[in-house]
């Protein structure tokens, strides 16, 4: 069935409350999607253990259309105020995801806000309507308060260290930007190149360069179906962008072969191509399979296209990374979280760009 889709009205309650926008289908029904968040405790405190409940509903009853998007129901980015404080979570990490669940069209999260002060909550999840995405602000109270944000920094190398993930592409922590800074002799550099200037309103790429003690990391691993998630705020902190990598030179293993783009590839000398053809009967377009064997091909992955699960555990690439292009909406200072996988290590770093 298809559905002619608009937004007739956005209400939006920042904090604890609701966001409600309508969609109009073509057969004239109006679908009214309200998302509520609620807290336990309702007064967050630093320090102190909270859940999360995100409800969906449609004129009060369960919105029970969502749709995974990158292997999860939904995404929740948490970043504080003075950007120094970063999360992504989903209901998967806590908790199995039922049919109940879905009827229910309640999903929940665990988390732990470190210090007190004001944290963005940016929700992102899929339906047959499109994306539903939105954003919360949330206050902290208590105490240790969070750093004042400080004067912007635009280096663009950093050091970090890798978080031990706590199961498949899984960390329920906070992560705090001076935590995860590294002496650069030790872990990951991250190296980021841009455009120059950087101009609102124009189409503009990142590229990240990832090395570990100072040799290039060549097999990086697929983090939630794609190669990387990557966060933008502005400075008025009013927006979350939640965009993706492209893996600029995927290595596809052939057994313990590898094929790189840019590399010579030869087919082994004890398979023969009868026996690669048995191999791959059943297959659309045999020849250009074959072909693919031949010749490598650099395959990209970008924000509407997951990494096929058959091939997360035989894909690593390396050690540039891509954004999909990316309009920045104004001028200013904005602040950038990406995301990445190397191994069992999760790699979070943070930079600030100036855009004209």
Not at 42 to 56: D, M, Q, V, Y
Not at 214 to 229: I, Q, Y
Not at 299 to 307: L, M
Request: charged fraction near 25%; hydrophobic fraction near 35%.
């Amino acid at each position: 069935m298809k559905f002619s889709i608009g937004i007739l009205s956005i209400i939006l309650l920042l904090g604890i409350g609701a966001y409600l926008f309508q969609i109009e289908k073509s057969n004239g029904k109006i679908i009214s999607i309200a998302t509520t968040l609620e807290t336990i405790p309702k007064t967050l405190s630093a320090g102190i253990p909270a859940k999360l409940h995100i409800k969906f509903e449609d004129k009060k009853e369960p919105f029970q259309d969502l749709h995974k998007d990158h292997g999860r129901i939904l995404h929740a980015l948490i970043i504080s105020e003075n950007f120094d404080i970063f999360a992504h979570l989903h209901p998967e990490d806590f908790a199995i995801i039922t049919e109940d669940t879905k009827k229910n069209g309640v999903y929940s999260l665990d988390f732990t806000f470190p210090r007190a002060g004001n944290y963005m909550l940016s929700i992102n999840t899929q339906s047959e309507f499109g994306e539903i995405h939105k954003n919360f602000l949330v206050t902290v109270a208590g105490s240790p308060t969070m750093e004042p944000l400080g004067d912007p920094d635009f280096q663009k190398e950093t050091c970090v260290r890798g978080y031990t993930e706590e199961g498949p592409d899984r960390y329920i922590h906070p992560i705090l930007y001076n935590d995860a800074q590294e002496d650069c002799t030790e872990e990951y550099t991250i190296s980021l190149t841009t455009e120059s200037p950087l101009v609102s309103g124009k189409p503009t790429t990142l590229t990240y360069e990832i090395t570990q003690n100072g040799s290039l990391v060549k097999d990086l691993n697929p983090f939630l179906g794609t190669a990387a998630h990557i966060v933008i705020i502005p400075e008025s902190f009013d927006e979350v962008f939640h965009i993706h990598g492209i893996a600029e030179n995927r290595h596809l293993n052939h057994e313990n072969d590898e094929v790189k783009p840019g590399e010579e590839s030869e087919i082994p000398e004890e398979e023969s191509l009868d026996e690669l053809e048995k191999e791959l009967q059943g297959l659309e377009n045999l020849e250009g399979e074959l072909e693919m064997l031949r010749i490598p091909i650099p395959i990209a992955y970008a924000h509407d296209e997951e990494i096929p699960e058959e091939t997360l555990s035989t894909s690593t690439f390396g050690p540039v990374i891509q954004s999909e292009p990316f309009i920045f909406p104004k001028s200013g200072i904005y602040y950038v979280w990406a995301q990445m996988k190397h191994q069992k290590n999760i790699i979070n770093s943070r930079f600030i760009l100036n855009i004209e």
